[in-house]
């Protein structure tokens, strides 16, 4: 392991174990949020799923500075402007809106509703109640929401490429805003292997904003080897975006409130639809548009797209020298419609929205999305994160291979992540682990945050009010490391 800078879940310096009441205490389940880029989940620790998967973008108008929620962003508001805390790295950008956000997703569904005096249920007639039984029967002041994130230890993830001052700011926030009793902050790598079941392992996560490779030993990240790129489920949809446009007829992309009614046609017909009008100065803005547009582009990654199967790549021949493209026209198509009842068949289209996550030549270029470079393919991250660690290790990380994240259920893309590595390494054994549950999938780091707040010898690793009071803020740096 010479040579590498190694980080991870890491060790405590001190010898003294914090008491029950600086962690909270065995009855008290610890918090686990896990922000992304595009949604953000928080849940109890020891429990299977998040109770909380709210979307990270936000509505913001000229009277309402946060809008959050599926309920609320989805509606279209005159001027809502749709914003992202989070950078497209995965690392926060916005720490006043970061903070609201998380915040709203801890509390939002972590909750039970405030509760109200039973004397303004509507049952009782307030002018027959006294003063006395009116105090008598008020209840406790005190929320619950606040009690929640006071009461709870936190563990939250972060990327492994965050800055020392965005994990110190983290800490900050919860200590100081929050008032959590307890915190700790896990890279996301290290939890997907722990979900997975592997402390060691190379952990392959294609989320939405871009894909990662971060090879994981012993629980511990080797750094020199984490590699990353901006091609993730938003680069599908960028690549969807051009295929559509270029498309003959065009495919148009109307989205769902842009549509009241619609009139069944044959494929690949003029959609007959009646469309929803606004009043002048009340029409949703360009931002609240695009962001409708990816809603409606995941619906049809979910349906129709696919990653090509091999062998080789979609831009290769058969052994008979047939087209891979021409061989996938002559099999059945995939059937979507849009809102405005448009529809048609999607054939070699479905496979080649994808294909620029492998073949860095068969991605699409325009209309601001630029080219796809070949390191950073998926393959040529993997060799990267490889080429950089211990050659000793490199055999034992092949074979624990962990794919991860949202982007990564898109149709076919573990099966050809493995056939990829498998024609890269043809001497080591490659093994993918990839669970068939969607949850699974899509939550891997917060389940593996879930499974690591909720050991008992974890107790000893929090850090706890007491100690960020003693040392400061970059306590974080030299005991999460």
Request: net charge negative; glycine share 10%; aromatic share 8%.
């Amino acid at each position: 392991m010479a040579g590498n800078r190694m980080e991870g879940v890491g060790t405590i310096s001190t010898t003294v174990q914090p008491s029950a009441n600086d962690y909270g205490g065995d009855e008290i389940s610890a918090l686990v949020l896990d922000p992304g880029y595009n949604t953000t989940r928080a849940g109890f620790a020891g429990e299977d799923v998040p109770k909380a998967v709210v979307p990270s973008q936000y509505g913001r108008t000229e009277r309402t500075k946060y809008i959050f929620g599926d309920n609320s962003i989805h509606t279209p508001l005159p001027g809502m402007e749709m914003h992202n805390p989070m950078a497209k790295d995965g690392t926060v950008e916005d720490w006043d809106a970061a903070k609201e956000l998380w915040e709203y997703a801890i509390t939002s569904r972590l909750t039970n509703p405030r509760a109200k005096n039973p004397l303004s249920n509507g049952l009782n007639d307030s002018k027959d109640i006294s003063a006395e039984d009116q105090a008598a029967m008020d209840i406790d002041s005190s929320d619950p929401q606040d009690q929640l994130l006071s009461e709870n230890p936190l563990l939250m993830t972060e990327t492994s490429w965050a800055s020392g001052a965005s994990r110190e700011k983290a800490i900050e926030v919860a200590m100081e805003e929050w008032g959590v009793p307890a915190f700790w902050l896990a890279r996301s790598g290290v939890l997907a292997a722990f979900a997975a079941g592997k402390p060691s392992a190379l952990v392959i996560d294609v989320g939405a904003s871009g894909t990662s490779v971060t090879p994981v030993h012993d629980g511990l990240i080797l750094r020199k080897g984490v590699t990353k790129s901006p091609l993730g489920a938003n680069f599908i949809s960028d690549q969807l975006r051009l295929i559509f446009s270029t498309s003959q007829p065009q495919i148009p992309l109307t989205p769902h409130y842009m549509v009241t009614s619609k009139t069944q046609v044959d494929a690949q017909s003029q959609a007959q639809a009646t469309y929803r009008t606004f009043p002048s100065g009340f029409a949703p803005t360009p931002s609240f548009r695009t962001f409708q547009e990816e809603r409606l582009l995941t619906e049809f990654k979910e349906s129709v797209v696919q990653v090509w199967p091999g062998p080789g790549r979609l831009s290769g021949s058969t052994s008979g020298g047939v087209s891979n493209e021409d061989l996938v026209k002559a099999q059945p198509g995939r059937p979507f419609e849009f809102p405005d009842g448009y529809n048609q068949l999607f054939s070699a289209e479905r496979y080649r929205a994808a294909e620029g996550l492998f073949d860095a030549k068969a991605a699409l270029t325009g209309d601001g999305v630029p080219a796809v470079q070949v390191n950073q393919t998926i393959p040529a991250l993997v060799q990267q994160a490889l080429n950089a660690v211990d050659v000793d290790v490199r055999t034992h990380l092949l074979a624990n291979t962990v794919i991860t994240g949202g982007g990564s259920l898109t149709q076919g893309l573990v099966d050809r992540v493995n056939q990829e590595l498998m024609a890269i390494y043809p001497g080591p054994r490659v093994k993918t682990q990839a669970p068939g549950n969607l949850y699974e999938r899509r939550f891997g780091a917060w389940i593996g945050g879930s499974i690591l707040a909720s050991l008992g010898t974890f107790h000893q690793m929090w850090i706890s009010k007491k100690e960020y009071e003693e040392h400061g803020a970059n306590i974080v740096d030299k005991r999460c490391k």
